[in-house]
Protein backbone atom coordinates (compact mmCIF):
# COMPACT_ATOMS: atom_id res chain seq x y z
CA UNK A 1 0.00 0.00 0.00
CA UNK A 2 2.65 2.33 0.52
CA UNK A 3 3.97 2.52 -2.54
CA UNK A 4 1.00 3.09 -4.33
CA UNK A 5 1.27 6.63 -3.63
CA UNK A 6 3.52 7.82 -6.19
CA UNK A 7 1.99 5.98 -9.06
CA UNK A 8 -1.33 7.87 -7.98
CA UNK A 9 -0.12 10.93 -7.93
CA UNK A 10 2.09 11.15 -11.18
CA UNK A 11 -0.71 13.01 -13.29
CA UNK A 12 -1.02 15.89 -11.17
CA UNK A 13 2.43 16.26 -10.34
CA UNK A 14 3.47 16.61 -14.01
CA UNK A 15 0.42 17.70 -16.47
CA UNK A 16 -1.87 19.82 -14.95
CA UNK A 17 -4.76 19.93 -17.25
CA UNK A 18 -5.60 23.44 -19.27
CA UNK A 19 -8.78 25.07 -18.19
CA UNK A 20 -10.33 24.36 -21.72
CA UNK A 21 -9.40 20.29 -20.69
CA UNK A 22 -10.96 21.06 -17.83
CA UNK A 23 -14.21 22.56 -18.72
CA UNK A 24 -14.71 20.17 -21.73
CA UNK A 25 -14.14 17.14 -18.62
CA UNK A 26 -16.74 19.01 -16.80
CA UNK A 27 -19.36 18.92 -19.66
CA UNK A 28 -19.12 15.63 -20.08
CA UNK A 29 -19.16 14.14 -16.77
CA UNK A 30 -22.20 16.57 -16.30
CA UNK A 31 -24.01 14.72 -19.27
CA UNK A 32 -23.16 10.92 -17.35
CA UNK A 33 -24.43 12.29 -14.01
CA UNK A 34 -27.60 13.64 -15.93
CA UNK A 35 -27.98 9.95 -17.45
CA UNK A 36 -27.13 7.86 -14.51
CA UNK A 37 -28.64 9.83 -12.00
CA UNK A 38 -32.15 9.02 -13.41
CA UNK A 39 -32.50 6.09 -12.23
CA UNK A 40 -31.73 6.66 -8.46
CA UNK A 41 -34.07 9.66 -8.22
CA UNK A 42 -36.76 7.10 -9.19
CA UNK A 43 -35.87 4.40 -7.76
CA UNK A 44 -34.37 6.06 -4.07
CA UNK A 45 -36.60 6.08 -0.56
CA UNK A 46 -37.17 9.55 0.85
CA UNK A 47 -35.08 9.59 3.98
CA UNK A 48 -37.37 9.63 6.76
CA UNK A 49 -35.94 12.51 9.22
CA UNK A 50 -38.39 12.86 11.67
CA UNK A 51 -36.90 9.53 13.90
CA UNK A 52 -36.82 8.98 17.45
CA UNK A 53 -34.42 10.18 20.19
CA UNK A 54 -32.46 7.38 21.71
CA UNK A 55 -30.13 7.47 24.71
CA UNK A 56 -27.67 4.89 24.60
CA UNK A 57 -24.18 4.02 26.21
CA UNK A 58 -21.28 4.66 23.71
CA UNK A 59 -20.15 1.05 23.59
CA UNK A 60 -23.71 0.02 22.16
CA UNK A 61 -24.13 1.91 19.52
CA UNK A 62 -23.70 -1.35 17.16
CA UNK A 63 -26.97 -2.01 18.91
CA UNK A 64 -28.69 0.90 17.46
CA UNK A 65 -27.23 1.05 14.26
CA UNK A 66 -27.57 -1.03 10.83
CA UNK A 67 -25.94 -4.75 11.79
CA UNK A 68 -24.06 -4.69 8.40
CA UNK A 69 -22.84 -1.22 8.54
CA UNK A 70 -18.72 -0.01 8.75
CA UNK A 71 -18.95 2.05 11.53
CA UNK A 72 -16.56 4.94 10.64
CA UNK A 73 -16.34 7.61 14.13
CA UNK A 74 -12.85 6.90 14.69
CA UNK A 75 -9.31 8.06 13.12
CA UNK A 76 -8.14 4.77 12.52
CA UNK A 77 -11.26 2.99 11.10
CA UNK A 78 -11.99 5.93 8.69
CA UNK A 79 -8.09 6.01 7.68
CA UNK A 80 -8.49 1.98 7.11
CA UNK A 81 -11.78 2.89 5.06
CA UNK A 82 -9.74 5.34 2.61
CA UNK A 83 -6.92 2.52 2.49
CA UNK A 84 -9.40 0.41 0.59
CA UNK A 85 -10.17 3.11 -1.44
CA UNK A 86 -7.28 4.83 -2.53
CA UNK A 87 -4.71 3.51 -1.21
CA UNK A 88 -2.54 6.42 0.40
CA UNK A 89 -2.84 9.61 1.10
CA UNK A 90 -2.11 12.27 -1.35
CA UNK A 91 1.05 13.85 -1.47
CA UNK A 92 -0.11 17.47 0.15
CA UNK A 93 2.21 19.37 -0.02
CA UNK A 94 3.30 18.49 -3.78
CA UNK A 95 -0.34 19.63 -4.63
CA UNK A 96 -0.35 22.57 -3.03
CA UNK A 97 2.99 23.65 -4.28
CA UNK A 98 5.52 26.01 -2.60
CA UNK A 99 3.05 28.99 -2.34
CA UNK A 100 -0.48 27.70 -3.37
CA UNK A 101 0.00 28.69 -6.57
CA UNK A 102 -1.87 26.46 -9.17
CA UNK A 103 -3.11 24.19 -6.62
CA UNK A 104 -6.74 24.05 -8.31
CA UNK A 105 -5.38 22.38 -11.34
CA UNK A 106 -3.58 19.74 -8.82
CA UNK A 107 -6.57 18.88 -7.33
CA UNK A 108 -8.47 18.47 -10.23
CA UNK A 109 -6.55 16.41 -11.85
CA UNK A 110 -5.89 14.84 -8.47
CA UNK A 111 -9.43 13.91 -7.66
CA UNK A 112 -10.67 13.59 -11.09
CA UNK A 113 -7.23 10.53 -11.19
CA UNK A 114 -8.75 8.61 -8.47
CA UNK A 115 -11.63 8.88 -9.54
CA UNK A 116 -10.88 6.71 -12.32
CA UNK A 117 -8.88 4.34 -10.27
CA UNK A 118 -11.16 3.83 -7.71
CA UNK A 119 -13.97 2.94 -10.20
CA UNK A 120 -15.64 -0.93 -9.93
CA UNK A 121 -14.19 -1.13 -6.34
CA UNK A 122 -16.48 -3.42 -3.70
CA UNK A 123 -15.96 -1.11 -1.28
CA UNK A 124 -17.99 1.69 -3.07
CA UNK A 125 -20.94 -0.22 -1.66
CA UNK A 126 -20.43 -0.86 1.79
CA UNK A 127 -22.96 0.37 3.89
CA UNK A 128 -21.07 3.29 6.22
CA UNK A 129 -22.34 5.39 9.41
CA UNK A 130 -20.64 8.52 10.43
CA UNK A 131 -21.36 10.94 12.74
CA UNK A 132 -22.29 15.30 12.86
CA UNK A 133 -23.03 17.20 15.65
CA UNK A 134 -26.71 18.08 16.72
CA UNK A 135 -28.48 20.24 18.73
CA UNK A 136 -32.32 20.25 19.97
CA UNK A 137 -34.01 23.75 19.19
CA UNK A 138 -37.49 24.75 19.20
CA UNK A 139 -40.09 21.98 20.10
CA UNK A 140 -42.56 20.56 17.45
CA UNK A 141 -46.09 19.92 19.53
CA UNK A 142 -47.27 17.95 16.55
CA UNK A 143 -44.80 15.67 16.86
CA UNK A 144 -44.17 15.61 20.61
CA UNK A 145 -40.56 16.64 19.41
CA UNK A 146 -37.66 18.65 18.94
CA UNK A 147 -36.16 19.97 15.78
CA UNK A 148 -32.38 19.43 15.17
CA UNK A 149 -29.43 21.43 14.14
CA UNK A 150 -27.18 19.76 12.62
CA UNK A 151 -23.14 20.78 11.53
CA UNK A 152 -20.14 18.27 10.54
CA UNK A 153 -17.23 17.20 12.35
CA UNK A 154 -13.31 17.24 11.38
CA UNK A 155 -11.81 14.35 12.00
CA UNK A 156 -7.86 14.62 12.32
CA UNK A 157 -6.28 11.75 10.64
CA UNK A 158 -2.81 10.94 8.65
CA UNK A 159 -4.73 11.23 5.34
CA UNK A 160 -5.59 14.84 6.64
CA UNK A 161 -8.73 16.59 8.14
CA UNK A 162 -11.98 13.99 7.32
CA UNK A 163 -15.25 16.12 7.15
CA UNK A 164 -18.31 13.64 5.58
CA UNK A 165 -20.63 14.77 3.36
CA UNK A 166 -24.31 14.28 3.41
CA UNK A 167 -26.32 14.02 0.34
CA UNK A 168 -30.07 13.91 0.43
CA UNK A 169 -31.13 14.55 3.38
CA UNK A 170 -34.40 15.64 4.53
CA UNK A 171 -35.34 19.15 4.87
CA UNK A 172 -37.20 19.15 7.93
CA UNK A 173 -34.99 17.11 10.89
CA UNK A 174 -36.95 15.86 14.40
CA UNK A 175 -36.29 14.06 17.06
CA UNK A 176 -38.95 13.00 19.45
CA UNK A 177 -38.10 11.34 23.04
CA UNK A 178 -39.78 9.20 24.90
CA UNK A 179 -42.33 11.18 27.27
CA UNK A 180 -40.50 10.94 30.57
CA UNK A 181 -37.70 12.28 29.03
CA UNK A 182 -39.31 15.11 26.67
CA UNK A 183 -40.92 16.79 30.12
CA UNK A 184 -37.67 16.43 31.40
CA UNK A 185 -35.50 18.00 27.92
CA UNK A 186 -38.35 20.92 28.17
CA UNK A 187 -37.08 21.94 31.76
CA UNK A 188 -33.58 21.56 30.81
CA UNK A 189 -33.95 23.58 27.16
CA UNK A 190 -36.66 26.05 29.28
CA UNK A 191 -33.81 26.98 31.69
CA UNK A 192 -31.12 28.09 28.73
CA UNK A 193 -29.49 24.90 28.34
CA UNK A 194 -28.46 23.87 25.21
CA UNK A 195 -28.88 20.16 24.36
CA UNK A 196 -26.62 18.36 22.35
CA UNK A 197 -27.03 15.31 20.82
CA UNK A 198 -25.12 12.60 17.79
CA UNK A 199 -27.01 12.49 14.13
CA UNK A 200 -26.24 9.25 12.95
CA UNK A 201 -26.13 9.57 8.95
CA UNK A 202 -25.93 5.50 7.66
CA UNK A 203 -25.85 5.34 3.57
CA UNK A 204 -23.31 4.61 0.67
CA UNK A 205 -20.38 6.41 -1.05
CA UNK A 206 -21.98 8.21 -4.00
CA UNK A 207 -21.06 6.73 -6.99
CA UNK A 208 -19.65 9.15 -9.46
CA UNK A 209 -17.80 11.16 -7.05
CA UNK A 210 -17.31 9.44 -4.10
CA UNK A 211 -14.18 10.77 -2.46
CA UNK A 212 -13.74 14.84 -3.05
CA UNK A 213 -10.20 16.02 -2.22
CA UNK A 214 -9.35 19.95 -1.26
CA UNK A 215 -7.42 21.81 1.40
CA UNK A 216 -9.38 23.63 4.32
CA UNK A 217 -10.06 27.07 3.94
CA UNK A 218 -8.60 28.55 7.15
CA UNK A 219 -5.53 26.39 7.04
CA UNK A 220 -3.80 27.41 3.78
CA UNK A 221 -1.90 23.97 2.81
CA UNK A 222 -3.98 21.53 4.95
CA UNK A 223 -5.37 18.44 3.24
CA UNK A 224 -8.52 17.67 3.79
CA UNK A 225 -10.68 14.58 2.56
CA UNK A 226 -14.71 14.73 1.95
CA UNK A 227 -16.58 10.80 1.64
CA UNK A 228 -19.91 11.94 0.05
CA UNK A 229 -22.55 9.43 1.04
CA UNK A 230 -25.83 9.39 -0.14
CA UNK A 231 -27.94 9.22 3.16
CA UNK A 232 -30.42 6.39 3.52
CA UNK A 233 -30.91 6.58 7.21
CA UNK A 234 -30.57 8.82 10.05
CA UNK A 235 -30.56 8.20 14.24
CA UNK A 236 -30.42 10.65 16.67
CA UNK A 237 -28.74 9.42 20.19
CA UNK A 238 -27.75 10.90 23.16
CA UNK A 239 -24.56 9.26 24.07
CA UNK A 240 -23.40 8.41 27.21
Same mark, same amino acid.
Given at each position: ??????????????????????????? &?????? +? *?? %??? $?? @?? =??? &?????? +? *?? %??? $?? @?? =????????? +?????????????????????????????????????????????????????????????????????????????????????????????????????????????????????????????????????????????????????????????????????????
Amino acid at each position: MRGYAPALDAEYRTTPPSYAHIMRTMR &VMMGIG +L *LT %AMP $SV @LL =SQP &VEGIRP +L *LA %AER $SA @LR =SILPSATQL +LHEPAAIEKFLEMLDGAPPEWGIVYGPHGTGHDDRLFALNRLRDRLRAGREVLTQEVTFFWSGELSSSVPSSGGFRVAIGPKLIPTRWGLVRFKPEDLPSELVAFPQPVLQEALCRRMGGGEHIEIEVAMTGRLAPDESIIYDFAHEQPGQGMVMPVVRIERLDYLMVR
